[in-house]
């Protein structure tokens, strides 16, 4: 008899981070997951994970609303299916329900999780296998204080934890972000490398002054400097400059960037498996990007150990990610709720060993950490 999903929790978590993280449209304190557990009629469990970046500022899912949306409109649709079936029930989820993309990798994640647990394999080999073991990880520098960003980089380089690093810029006067950019540039040298994200935070003719003034600098790639929906700025900056664009929140899946690609993009996506609706469909932004001659690049929307480890199992499956990862969100944590956190090592991250996602949960710190009136 087929096994069958017998049951869906989602769970909101509260941690803290370790310092202030502040971007161009808040700054984070906490960080909330939306921790799923997904049971299936054996008794196996599957676990997935949704996050967002400070409530509402970021995208228009919510923790809480994730939540209300597994338990009210997706897990009902669940209960009973066969476990084993994932494209169709991905297929079922799409035709029924649209967008809510953090909720759907959620579940995505933990039926993949209880795939590769039930026959005893990664959640990577269920992707067609690893091609890497290890994968770079870059850190994001946003104390918001130039001399704490400088001291808090030499340290990552010295302990051998990150030497490629992102600034979060957008909320200061342009020519103040400048100054502190080149400034960490100045402090960390040729090895290091300094990107900027400005999470849509300028307009066309800031961005052109930004980045004429951030390829002087030195700086080595730029993220999403103007506003998602803009496809032709992107376009018309991408050709105007040598200094790379990394496109974030303008591309959720493939199609987008298609068409970002068609009307002449050119520089390097920022893939996530939140926003493309899980890893399978993260997956085919990088075929479209390969297609199309764009760089790669293993983004995250500040996930724990069980978002982050299935994003590596998925970027673990491509040939090359031409600028690394930003996979560091549990480090970002003030604490974790598993039972064996994530190596990080050599500028990088090792790949958990499965089966599925290769990731355990510590029930005493779960249990500490959740919210406790939802
Ligand atoms: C983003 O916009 O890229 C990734 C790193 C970080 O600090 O924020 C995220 C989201
Ligand atoms: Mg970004």
Redesign the pocket.
């Known amino acids: 008899m087929a096994v069958t999903i017998q049951s869906i929790e989602a769970i909101l978590v509260d941690i803290p981070t370790i310092r202030p ?1 502040k ?1 161009s449209m808040t700054t984070m304190g906490v960080q909330t997951m939306v921790i799923v557990r997904m049971k299936d009629s054996d008794g196996l469990e599957g676990l997935g994970e949704a996050t967002t ?1 400070g409530g509402l500022s ?1 995208g228009p899912e919510s923790p809480e609303g994730i939540k209300l949306v597994i338990d009210t409109y997706l897990s009902p649709q669940l209960i009973g299916q066969p476990a084993d079936h994932i494209n169709t029930l991905r297929v079922m989820l799409e035709r029924t329900t649209r967008g809510n993309h953090l909720a759907k990798s959620a579940l995505e994640t933990a039926l993949l999780d209880l795939r590769g647990k039930r026959l005893g394999c990664s959640v990577s080999d269920l992707l067609g296998g690893a091609v890497h073991r290890h994968l770079p990880v870059l850190w ?1 520098l ?1 104390s918001g204080d130039t001399a704490r960003d400088i001291e808090e980089a030499l340290d990552r380089i010295e302990t051998g934890r990150h030497r490629d690093f ?1 600034l ?1 810029i957008g909320a200061r006067p342009l020519m103040e972000d400048v100054r502190h950019v080149a400034a960490v540039k100045q402090a960390l040298g040729a090895e290091a490398s300094v990107r900027v ?1 400005v ?1 849509q935070a300028w307009d066309e003719s800031t961005a052109a002054r930004g980045m004429a003034e951030l390829q002087a600098a030195g700086v080595d790639l730029v ?2 400097p103007t506003p998602m929906k803009d496809h032709a700025a992107l376009v018309r900056l991408s050709r105007r400059f040598h200094l790379p664009i990394l496109a ?2 303008s591309v959720a899946d493939a199609t987008d960037l298609f068409h970002l690609s068609a009307a002449g993009f050119t520089g390097a996506v ?1 893939m996530k498996i939140a926003k493309a609706g899980g890893p399978v469909r993260a997956l085919a932004q990088a075929t479209v990007a390969s297609a199309a001659g764009l760089g790669l690049y293993g ?4 996930e724990g150990t069980i978002g982050t480890a299935a994003s590596l199992h998925a970027w673990s499956t491509l040939e090359t990610l031409h600028w690394g990862t ?1 996979m ?1 969100g549990p480090l ?1 944590m003030k604490d974790d709720i598993v039972v064996r956190p994530l190596t990080f090592r050599d500028n990088g991250v090792e790949l958990p060993d499965g089966p599925g996602l290769g990731v355990e949960i510590d029930e005493d710190k779960l249990a500490a950490y959740r919210r406790k009136d939802l």
């Open positions: 993280h971007l970046i970021y994001t946003a992102k979060k994200d999470n993220e999403q974030d929140e920022a983004g995250t929307l500040l930003e560091f970002l």
